[in-house]
């Protein structure tokens, strides 16, 4: 690659050499008798130390300070903006923190209030259940007694009829006991 | 500069001593005048581009922070984190050679890289720069550097030679790359703009026919532009590959 190159070079210098040739002069460059081909080369090296050592001393130093600076603020600038940023998302978090303890207050305090009433529900069911229970055996009391007293009279009936259709149809008078005995025994066994 | 016929294209290159009688006494010539106007504009650039000390740059300090910024990057990317302390050394030698080459652009100017003696001595500091750098880092190791580890110790009188021309070699081809683009670049205006004049001279129809290396010439400025940011390039980025042999070897 770098055969190459010096090949084209040493093409392109074909070109002044062959000016050079018909001028029988030679290049400026190669003459080395010329007491200004090297005294140039003096002057160069002090142009050169001089212009190394203003730059290294003096003018680069200040292009890195204002580069370095700039980089610094930039550093600086994108800082605050994370530690902005760090602090929007805390806000952010707190926030939904607290809409979501807020959220779960509500719901309990919803829950208490509809288990407080379920309860509450619960005991006047219970109240009123057991009220009715008891007025509905009392009823059945009152039932049972009213059907008692039927049945007492109804035994009452069938004695004064049993004597009555006795005499009656034999005129014979029977004993009180005997009729008790047998209106018993038939009133047991409709019972039964 | 054409007389009839013949073509001067050399006489450009001319060195004569310049700032009168005082130069004369010294022998500064035009070429070290066009020196002390390239570091004066750089140092210019630098120290009015960086005056304001902007946050945001305008268009002269972004200019100056560009220049900085280039050539810091190729220092850090070629020779790596080392590359920092040689950094003055390559932009010093960067803008020194992009300004010359620029500078030797304009017209009734003079072109210092066009002078070998010029650029030899550039690429003789850096080469004496490079091993001096190697030899301060890796002592007497520096020589091994001649022969690469791992090829065959039956290949050394072969190899060795060969590296140490290679490396000989390499002021040498850094400093004929530089002086010859700008050599070669210089003639073609020469001889194109002798071309338009012994044209010019040859009547009417010659007026008209002028004005194709007329053309030719303003083609070749851009082109010229081009080769002179790419031999700046170019001479600073082989310097930073030399200072990265030497300070890693290999």
Redesign the interface.
């Known amino acids: 690659m770098?055969g190459l190159?010096?090949l084209v070079?040493?093409g392109?210098?074909l070109?002044?050499s062959a000016?050079?040739a018909?001028?029988k002069?030679g290049?400026?460059?190669?003459d080395?008798a010329?007491?200004?081909?090297?005294?140039?080369?003096?002057?160069?090296?002090i142009?050169?130390f001089?212009?190394?050592l203003?730059?290294?001393r003096w003018?680069?130093p200040?292009?890195?300070a204002?580069?370095e600076?700039?980089a610094s603020?930039i550093a600086g600038d994108l800082d605050a903006a994370k530690s902005a940023k760090a602090k929007a998302d805390a806000a952010v978090a707190e926030l939904k923190a607290a809409t979501a303890k807020a959220h779960a207050e509500a719901q309990a305090s919803v829950s208490t209030a509809v288990d407080a009433a379920k309860a509450e529900a619960a005991v006047q069911a219970t109240a009123a259940n057991a009220q009715l229970d008891a007025q509905l055996a009392a009823a059945e009391q009152r039932i049972a007694a009213a059907r008692a007293a039927a049945m007492g009279a109804l035994r009452d009936v069938a004695l004064t009829t049993t004597v009555d259709v006795v005499a009656r149809l034999t005129g014979a008078a029977v004993s009180q006991q005997n009729i008790e005995q047998a209106v018993d025994r038939a009133l047991a066994a409709r019972a039964a | 500069m054409a007389a009839e016929g013949?073509?001067?294209?050399?006489?450009q290159?001319?060195?004569?001593?310049s700032l009168g009688a005082l130069g004369a006494s010294?022998?500064?010539?035009q070429?070290?005048l066009m020196?002390?106007i390239a570091?004066g504009l750089?140092?210019g650039l630098?120290?009015f581009g960086?005056r304001p000390?902007a946050?945001v740059p305008g268009r002269l300090?972004a200019l100056?922070?560009l220049a900085?910024?280039g050539v810091h990057g190729m220092c850090v990317d070629q020779i790596g984190h080392e590359g920092k302390k040689f950094?003055?050394?390559i932009?010093?030698l960067f803008t020194?050679i992009l300004l010359g080459n620029l500078l030797g652009l304009l017209p009734f100017s003079f072109t210092?890289t066009?002078?070998?003696?010029?650029t030899f001595?550039?690429a003789l500091?850096v080469i004496v720069l490079v091993t001096v750098v190697a030899l301060s880092i890796h002592g007497l190791h520096f020589f091994s550097y001649f022969f690469p580890a791992g090829a065959p110790k039956l290949l050394a009188p072969l190899i060795i030679p060969v590296e140490i021309i290679s490396y000989l070699s390499r002021p040498v081809?850094l400093s004929?790359?530089l002086?010859?683009?700008m050599?070669?670049g210089h003639?073609?205006f020469e001889?194109f703009a002798s071309f338009i004049v012994m044209m010019a001279a040859a009547g009417s129809f010659g007026m008209l026919g002028a004005v194709g290396p007329l053309a030719l010439n303003v083609v070749l400025v851009g082109f010229e532009l081009l080769v002179a940011f790419l031999q700046a390039y170019v001479f600073s980025i082989l310097t930073c590959i030399y200072l990265h042999d030497a300070v890693h070897l290999h």
């Open positions: 770098r190159a010096t070079q040493a392109f210098l070109l002044p000016v050079m018909e001028e002069k290049m400026p460059q190669l080395f010329n007491p200004l081909t090297l005294s140039q080369v003096v002057w160069l090296a142009i050169f001089t212009l190394y203003l730059l290294s003018a680069l200040q292009v890195g204002v580069l600076a700039r603020r | 013949s073509i001067d294209a050399l006489g290159f001319q060195l004569e001593t010294v022998h500064f010539t070429s070290n020196m002390l570091a750089i140092l630098l120290y960086m000390k946050i300090q100056a922070e900085y910024d950094f003055p050394f932009f010093t020194f210092y066009s002078h070998i003696a010029v001595a550039l500091t081809s004929i790359r002086f010859a683009n050599v070669a003639v073609m001889v």
